[in-house]
Structure formats: C-alpha cells, structure tokens
C-alpha cells in the first residue's frame, strides 16, 4: 500500500460520553488505531475539538448566558487537560504528540501560512503526531478571526500539508438518508457522493451537535470542498475507531466523498483555503463563461457589482449573478476605482477597449472551485 498523509477529524461528542465526560477508553483506542496507521508508513495528523467539553470536568462556571468569557474560560483550561490525556495515551506507544492552536487569522497571511506549513511539516519528518485545535482565547466572530468549527480548520490543514485523505470521525455511522421500503420508512448511509448538490445536502439534519459547535451539514459542505481539492473524504462513526484502518485498508465504511483529482499549486492552495477575503465581486454571464471555460483574466467590464472594501492585492471573493462563488483572486485594483469604472461604464455604455479591458484579477492570481 502506497504511504500516504492524512489528517483525522475528531468530534467533540466522539470524544465525551452520553453523561458529558471525557471517554478516556476511546481516546486510548484512537492513539492505538493512529499508531498502526503509522506503522504502515501513513503520516497522521489529528484536528481535535473537545477543549470546551474537558473544561467542564475541571472547572464550574456560569454559563446560563452562553457567554464568550465563559467559553473562553472552559477552553482554556480544558485545552490543556485535553492535550495531557492525549500525550499520556500516545506515550503508551512511546509517540510524540505536539499541541497546535491556530486561528482564522494565522492562514490569512501567506507568510503565516508558510510557516504553519513549514512547522508542521517538520513535525511530521520526526515522526511527531501534531494535534491542532481552534485557539478558542484568541478567535472571536467579532474579530472575524474563528472557523465556527473545526470541520472547516481540517479542510484548510489537510490542503496546507497535502493530504491524500480527510477523515470526520462523528456519532452517526455516516451520512444518512430516508428511504422508503416496503416495510416502511428507514435510514440508510450514503455510500459515495459524486459531487455536492442540493439533494445532498437535503440529508443533513439542520441542528447542531450537542456539546459542539458544527453539525452533518458543516461536515459535508466541508467535505465537498476538500473533495473539490482532490481529497477523499470520509464521514465515519468515531466510537469505531478501527473504521479509518477498515477504509485504508479497502474496507467500505460510512460516506465516502470521492476526489476530482485535482491537483492544485501551492499559491492556489493558499487563496483557495487560507487567505483572507476582503469583498466580494458579481460578475456577468459572459465573465462566468471567460472564467470557466475560457480561462481568461477577469476583466472590470465583466463585474457588475462591488461589495466591500478592498485595496490593491487584497483577496476577493467571486460570485456570479445568481451569488453562487466561483472562486477566489488578488485584486489589482481598490475597490474604489472599481466601483468608479463600472459607473463609468454604464453612464457612457462603452466597454471593450481603455480601462475596462484592463484585468481586475490576472489568471495567475485566481483560483477557481
């Protein structure tokens, strides 16, 4: 079997019992189930949420207000409880583990990014088993710095390293849809996704797991992007952890979101899951289609309307007419001037030639999903 990267997923509520405790058993078992994965020659690293949950078992605080004090509190004090037991189960196979807390904000800087990259690329050559989380302390929605959850942090460390495989370890056996048989109604798993599509995501119950923060619809939006950057990506039972091993080993288990085999540049890695956006631009039929199939630069006379501010070289966000996203690109102009050049063009109803055929974002700075 080719040696292969992969990066695992766990679930808050994979890592706690139904009365809310930490199951240390499980998390034993996982160090056990990682460990002859890399036996086999297979880098391993881990997204671990939980910190919140590990807390709890250490540390009473009010939290009738669901405050962001009171999560940051139980966070901090959980995180480290969390990596402890982690460490104690992987010594037990004489393994290093290094804790890693990242936010939003630390990919959106390409030379952050690279030097994430770097880091744990340098864990992974020693053998080290990195295990990252969200930096709870630091990563607020008012800063705009969070992931909201870490399904979304493994799509972005799993295209940063070059994973070759996404595991989301949950409490469902995997992605489930009803059917109806003779005998009734029943739930089954999907098996394989293609490609995501409203029918695919219809399956997903909108709530959100108790104890944490993502749910099945975060998970398979997740996983269709990783998908999309030519990873295959699973949804698995977590409480089988001896699932990732039956899969490698060519085992079927719970959902499989199979690769496009696309396979994309370092610099495209980073606008496509790192980069902060600063505005997003809607952009006409005929751009769509130069974009698309053309592979043209995006021109101002395609772009139809201008939200945000942005500055030369900053990041946007690509959205045709009906505001679906197209991709992401470096800006090479502000927002200012953009905005300028599309009233322009529509008081004087020219286009083709002068500033208006001037690229807005160059070929070699965008990427497209």
Same mark, same amino acid.
């Given at each position: 079997?080719?040696?292969?990267?992969?990066?695992?997923?766990?679930?808050?509520?994979?890592?706690?019992?139904?009365?809310?405790?930490?199951?240390?058993?499980?998390?034993?078992?996982?160090?056990?189930?990682?460990?002859?994965?890399?036996?086999?020659?297979?880098?391993?690293?881990? /997204?671990?949420?939980?910190? +919140?949950? %590990?807390?709890? #078992? @250490?540390?009473?605080?009010?939290?009738? !207000?669901?405050? *962001? =004090?009171?999560?940051?509190?139980?966070?901090?004090?959980?995180?480290?409880?969390?990596?402890?037991?982690?460490?104690?189960?992987?010594?037990?196979?004489?393994?290093?583990?290094?804790?890693?807390?990242?936010?939003?904000?630390?990919?959106?800087?390409?030379?952050?990014?690279?030097?994430?990259?770097?880091?744990?690329?340098?864990?992974?050559?020693?053998?080290?088993?990195?295990? /990252?989380?969200?930096?709870? +302390?630091? %990563?607020?929605? #008012? @800063?705009?710095?969070?992931?909201?959850? !870490?399904?979304? *942090? =493994?799509?972005?460390?799993?295209?940063?390293?070059?994973?070759?495989?996404?595991?989301?370890?949950?409490?469902?056996?995997?992605?489930?849809?009803?059917?109806?048989?003779?005998?009734?109604?029943?739930?089954?798993?999907?098996?394989?996704?293609?490609?995501?599509?409203?029918?695919?995501?219809?399956?997903?119950?909108?709530?959100?797991?108790?104890?944490?923060?993502?749910?099945?619809?975060?998970?398979?939006?997740?996983?269709?992007?990783?998908?999309?950057?030519?990873?295959?990506?699973?949804?698995?039972?977590?409480?089988?952890?001896?699932?990732?091993?039956?899969?490698?080993?060519?085992?079927?288990?719970?959902?499989?979101?199979?690769?496009?085999?696309?396979?994309?540049?370092?610099?495209?890695?980073?606008?496509?899951?790192?980069?902060?956006?600063?505005?997003?631009?809607?952009?006409?039929?005929?751009?769509?289609?130069?974009?698309?199939?053309?592979?043209?630069?995006?021109?101002?006379?395609?772009?139809?309307?201008?939200?945000?501010?942005?500055?030369?070289?900053?990041?946007?966000?690509?959205?045709?007419?009906?505001?679906?996203?197209?991709?992401?690109?470096?800006?090479?102009?502000?927002?200012?001037?953009?905005?300028?050049?599309?009233?322009?063009?529509?008081?004087?109803?020219?286009?083709?030639?002068?500033?208006?055929?001037?690229?807005?974002?160059?070929?070699?700075?965008?990427?497209?999903?």
């Amino acid at each position: 079997m080719k040696a292969k990267r992969i990066v695992i997923k766990i679930g808050t509520n994979v890592l706690h019992r139904s009365n809310g405790k930490l199951d240390y058993k499980l998390i034993t078992e996982l160090a056990g189930q990682i460990t002859n994965i890399r036996g086999r020659g297979h880098e391993v690293l881990v /997204v671990s949420s939980g910190s +919140v949950g %590990a807390g709890r #078992e @250490l540390f009473s605080v009010d939290e009738s !207000n669901n405050t *962001l =004090a009171s999560h940051q509190i139980l966070a901090s004090v959980g995180q480290a409880r969390l990596i402890q037991i982690y460490a104690d189960a992987f010594q037990e196979h004489k393994i290093t583990v290094a804790q890693i807390l990242l936010t939003r904000g630390d990919f959106g800087l390409r030379k952050s990014y690279l030097n994430i990259r770097n880091t744990l690329e340098n864990l992974l050559k020693y053998k080290i088993v990195p295990i /990252v989380n969200e930096n709870d +302390v630091v %990563a607020t929605e #008012e @800063l705009d710095l969070n992931f909201g959850d !870490n399904d979304l *942090l =493994a799509v972005y460390l799993a295209t940063l390293i070059g994973a070759d495989q996404l595991f989301f370890l949950t409490v469902a056996p995997g992605l489930l849809k009803e059917e109806t048989t003779a005998e009734g109604k029943r739930l089954v798993v999907v098996e394989k996704v293609h490609e995501l599509t409203d029918e695919i995501l219809k399956h997903c119950l909108p709530v959100t797991s108790a104890g944490g923060k993502g749910g099945m619809e975060s998970k398979v939006r997740s996983a269709g992007m990783a998908m999309s950057f030519g990873i295959d990506t699973y949804i698995i039972d977590g409480k089988s952890p001896a699932s990732v091993s039956d899969i490698m080993e060519g085992r079927p288990k719970g959902t499989h979101f199979e690769a496009h085999g696309r396979k994309i540049r370092s610099y495209q890695k980073w606008l496509a899951a790192g980069a902060l956006n600063k505005g997003t631009l809607f952009i006409d039929a005929g751009a769509e289609q130069a974009l698309l199939k053309n592979k043209k630069s995006l021109l101002a006379k395609g772009v139809t309307r201008v939200e945000g501010q942005f500055e030369i070289k900053d990041l946007v966000e690509i959205c045709n007419l009906e505001g679906v996203r197209l991709g992401v690109g470096r800006a090479d102009c502000t927002a200012k001037e953009l905005r300028h050049q599309i009233k322009e063009h529509k008081l004087t109803e020219k286009g083709g030639k002068g500033i208006l055929s001037k690229p807005v974002i160059h070929r070699n700075h965008l990427f497209l999903e």
